[in-house]
């Protein structure tokens, strides 16, 4: 089992930036694909990146690709995600997740941290 959470979120007004943290405990990342995904009440969960867990290659979706930078930092069990330039419609509860190696599916979800722009 590995147990995420999320912090960093807050209030930040537009062009603003802020740094989410993912910590995994229970056991190391280091084997773990990590993502972040962000949702909207009434809407979809959209993906936002996602980092390779054997040579950490990286991954954007389209609405964050040369604003937001997803690290890792496996000696700390943590992930990080740095979200530069902020848009009113960045604002959204941003989660961060877990999959073994390359399996498809993401088997475990942080509980979530909100993150507001204001304009």
């Known amino acids: 089992q590995v147990h995420l959470v999320e912090s960093g979120g807050g209030w930040v007004q537009a062009g603003g930036s802020l740094r989410l943290s993912c910590a995994a405990s229970?056991?190391?990342?280091?084997?773990?694909?990590v993502g972040w995904f962000r949702q909207v009440p009434g809407k979809e969960r959209e993906f936002c990146a996602a980092?390779?867990?054997?040579?950490?290659?990286?991954f954007y979706g389209d609405s964050v690709k040369g604003r937001f930078t997803i690290t890792r930092d496996n000696a700390k069990n943590t992930v990080y995600l740095q979200m530069n330039s902020l848009k009113p419609e960045d604002t959204a509860v941003y989660y961060c997740?877990?999959?073994?190696?390359?399996?498809?599916?993401?088997?475990?979800w942080g509980q979530g941290t909100q993150v507001t722009v204001s304009s």
């Open positions: 997740a877990a999959r073994f190696r390359d399996y498809p599916k993401w088997d475990y």
């Open positions: 229970g056991r190391t990342i280091s084997t773990y694909t």
């Open positions: 980092i390779s867990w054997n040579d950490s290659i990286t």
